[in-house]
């Protein structure tokens, strides 16, 4: 916040200054930081058991805050415009990597993130679903203590499951993905305005949620440990209480069915379906770029091969998603049912959702 009252505005690429590694080694963390920019969202730092555990949050401000007061605040004798200039020409430096608001929302840049670290985001939310597994592991026995109410096992397995739905979002965010810089033309490591996520990082991403997020992998949870996600009968602040939280049952289904949403969402968006039509165009001869056809192929394999399940919750899971699937499909080949507010308000602009999946993608 002082950041801002200084006229910083929020950085959500500055998480990526470092690699996972880099994260966990307070040599270099306490030198520079453990992201770019305090004017990022970032989430606690937390290691998997057995693995290097740096500090749980960064301890100074970061390399782009520097240079970002350098430039609205430094006193500069004789000719002021040069020496901005000067100090604005360090842009395409990577510890001063920036992203505002606007670049989260509108250029699906899959390292533009609130609650990431690391410089590879994909790699960050399998790290956070291993994290999440583990923990979830005897979480009824961690969690509660004897003489406790059980409702406190129910609020950990939501932040945890929680954890699967972060890492989809950041997977998925990769397909048709985009990197997106404001460096000008002629900066000395300038980047060109637009480049497309490589083709093998797409596929790494759309193999991981195909094999975890869609097969049900992930989703295997212990009877007893979903008997004992109760609720407070306490209505009060803080508390998930029953007349609050829709009673005691657990939608665990509708959960783990809106966790999968998030990658048919995004795989059968037809915005990314035109830009991965187009960035066939964009990418170099020797480059591999990720077809729409691999993402139907590997989405239809993924939740029809798999037809019967021996264990029955994850059959469950199984039939919700093939009907889920099933629907889209048929809706991309017929279109939307159209809206009864159409005629009644024919004259209003609504935006989004106006397009249409490409030809390609309804054959």
């Not at 950085?11 to 520079?32: C, V």
């Not at 990022?40 to 058991?49: E, G, H, Q």
């Not at 401000?61 to 007061?69: K, S, T, V």
């Not at 305005?193 to 992998?217: C, H, N, S, Y």
């Amino acid at each position: 916040e002082v950041g801002h009252s200084l006229g910083l505005r929020h950085n959500f690429r500055a998480s990526g200054m470092l690699s996972l590694d880099q994260i966990n080694n307070t040599n270099i963390t306490h030198l520079k930081g453990m992201v770019g920019s305090v004017m990022d969202y970032n989430p606690v730092n937390i290691s998997r058991k057995g693995q290097p555990q740096g500090d749980y949050a960064t301890t100074t401000i970061g390399p782009y805050d520097y240079w970002a007061i350098e430039y609205a605040y430094k006193p500069v004798e004789g000719d002021e415009p040069a020496e901005l200039k000067k100090i604005a020409a360090r842009s395409p430096e990577s510890d001063l990597a920036y992203a505002t608001d606007e670049d989260m929302f509108l250029n699906d840049d899959p390292y533009v993130n609130t609650y990431d670290l690391g410089n590879d985001p994909l790699k960050y939310g399998e790290e956070r679903v291993m994290l999440a597994t583990e923990l979830l592991k005897d979480l009824d026995g961690k969690i509660v203590k004897d003489g406790e109410s059980w409702a406190r096992v129910r609020r950990a397995f939501s932040v945890l499951v929680g954890q699967y739905g972060n890492a989809t979002y950041l997977a998925s965010s990769f397909i048709g993905g985009q990197s997106v810089t404001r460096d000008f033309k002629g900066g000395q490591g300038a980047h060109d305005p637009v480049t497309p996520i490589p083709g093998e990082k797409q596929r790494e991403a759309l193999t991981f949620l195909a094999k975890t997020m869609l097969t049900g992998d992930a989703f295997h949870f212990s009877p007893a440990l979903l008997r004992r996600l109760t609720t407070e009968n306490w209505y009060h602040w803080g508390s998930e209480s029953m007349f609050y939280g829709g009673g005691v049952d657990y939608p665990i289904y509708d959960r783990v069915l809106a966790i999968q949403r998030i990658v048919l969402n995004r795989c059968f968006d037809p915005a990314v379906l035109s830009r991965l039509e187009n960035q066939a165009l964009q990418a170099n001869p020797d480059a591999k770029p990720l077809q729409m056809a691999e993402v139907f192929q590997t989405l239809t394999d993924s939740v029809w091969g798999q037809v019967t399940p021996k264990d029955a919750s994850v059959a469950t899971m199984h039939r919700n998603l093939q009907r889920e699937h099933l629907g889209r499909l048929c809706r991309m080949v017929l279109g939307q049912r159209q809206s009864p507010f159409g005629d009644m308000y024919g004259y209003v602009v609504f935006l989004g959702g106006s397009r249409t999946p490409p030809a390609d993608a309804k054959s």
